[in-house]
């Protein structure tokens, strides 16, 4: 088994509890994730011996497409527990109508705001639409409570996609339809509208700061602790950090609402995922892939009896969980409740969508995409233009796939 150096002492002991329980012995290994995908595509094309490793959902399809990892779904006993798993999890881990495992460890993209900012400024709850987002912001910014109320990370890095996505989904809109070709280009439910509204925001309604081009997720996160913005869009893990005192100026002040809606969205949001995989080379073996699937089921599904690993995760380093019973636990909702509220927490994690761009050429499309969405915010293209250049090289780069 291989994994990314993440809570090592709990894996570690539900590895021990693994084979004190079934007799089977495991090797395990782990690497800093900086250099995890690397150095598995290594061991892949080296031959080293595999059986179980962590797998990122955007790397299930190179992973796939390459021979490497198997597909779990003839083990009846690992897909019973889709029942149970929320559903933009298991779509995550399936390509091409197969199933490549069960997940560990979730999380999706929050909307974040600091309830004392909107009391300042004369609101008794937090805004549910995106136009009331504009409203409670231009508020704010009269009464001189916040320069940029709006707080978004729009800089060209890994964390762009998940907040493009949110904004697309709550907005109603899709990158892509069910086949994988490009919608984003459609007015109503494609990408344009959620790019129109980051577009007045920063340009027509200056509630979103011009500078958001060049905000990476963690620079804006600190700007947004440090009680510069009353909302902010982040991955709902940092939660647990805004309320913390010793991290954040603004801790006890900060709660979650469901995404802001747009005029043709409900409170969608993207949510991206962490999975256990099968190494092909253990699949070939029938004896080594049913100990395979069984460590699967050991550290995906119930140990036990229970949701063992996944709860241990959260306990432990606070990493979210993709089976739904675990919101039912008594522990874990005394944990989420010291900083966030939990009946929250799981609605919007129900509302959760996987990202639909997710293929082979997405590294090849996504530098372009993030540079069209940057020059319609600085005013440089229409939104509907940059986003019909996006289209066009999606469907160049699948046709040539």
């Known amino acids: ?112 705001y600091d309830e004392s900012k909107i009391k300042e400024a004369g609101f008794d709850a937090p805004p549910a639409t995106w136009d009331e987002v504009v409203e409670q912001s231009l508020v704010m910014k009269e009464k001189g409570i916040s320069d940029y109320p709006m707080m978004l990370a729009m800089a060209q890095e890994s964390w762009l996609i998940e907040f493009m996505s949110a904004l697309v989904y709550s907005h109603g809109g899709r990158f892509t339809d069910d086949a994988g070709a490009s919608i984003m280009q459609h007015e109503k439910d494609g990408a344009v509208e959620a790019l129109q509204w980051v577009v007045d925001a920063v340009d027509k309604h200056g509630i979103v700061s011009p500078a958001c081009v060049e905000t990476g997720e963690l620079s804006g996160l600190k700007a947004f602790a440090s009680g510069n913005h009353a909302f902010a869009m982040v991955a709902k893990y940092r939660l647990r950090m805004l309320n913390d005192p010793a991290q954040s100026q603004i801790a006890g002040n900060v709660k979650q609402a469901m995404m802001p809606k747009g005029a043709n969205g409900d409170h969608n949001t993207v949510g991206w995922m962490r999975f256990h995989g099968m190494a092909t ?117 699948k046709s040539s796939y």
């Open 1 to 112: 088994m291989h994994a990314w150096s993440a809570a090592v002492d709990t894996v570690q002991s539900h590895l021990n509890a693994f084979t004190n329980t079934t007799g089977i012995p495991v090797n395990y290994g782990n690497s800093p994730w900086a250099q995890y995908r690397e150095g598995m595509v290594t061991k892949f094309v080296g031959g080293a011996p595999l059986d179980m490793m962590w797998v990122s959902d955007a790397w299930l399809p190179e992973w796939a497409e390459a021979g490497w990892i198997s597909p779990i779904d003839e083990y009846d006993f690992l897909t019973a527990y889709n029942s149970e798993a929320e559903d933009f999890c298991t779509d995550s881990m399936t390509y091409n109508g197969r199933q490549y495992g069960l997940t560990y460890y979730t999380d999706f993209m929050a909307f974040f």
């Open 281 to 397: 080379q253990s699949a070939q073996d029938k004896q080594r892939a049913e100990n395979a699937a069984r460590l699967i089921e050991w550290f995906g599904g119930k140990a036990n009896g229970e949701y063992k690993f996944q709860k241990l995760l959260f306990l432990d380093i606070g990493a979210g969980f993709g089976v739904k019973p675990l919101f039912e636990d008594a522990e874990i909702q005394a944990a989420y409740n010291t900083y966030g509220d939990v009946d929250t927490i799981k609605a919007q994690q129900a509302l959760a969508l996987k990202k639909d761009v997710v293929t082979p050429w997405f590294g090849e499309w996504a530098e372009t995409n993030g540079s069209a969405w940057q020059s319609a915010i600085l005013g440089n293209v229409e939104p509907a233009a940059a986003i019909q250049k996006s289209a066009d090289l999606w469907d160049e780069l």
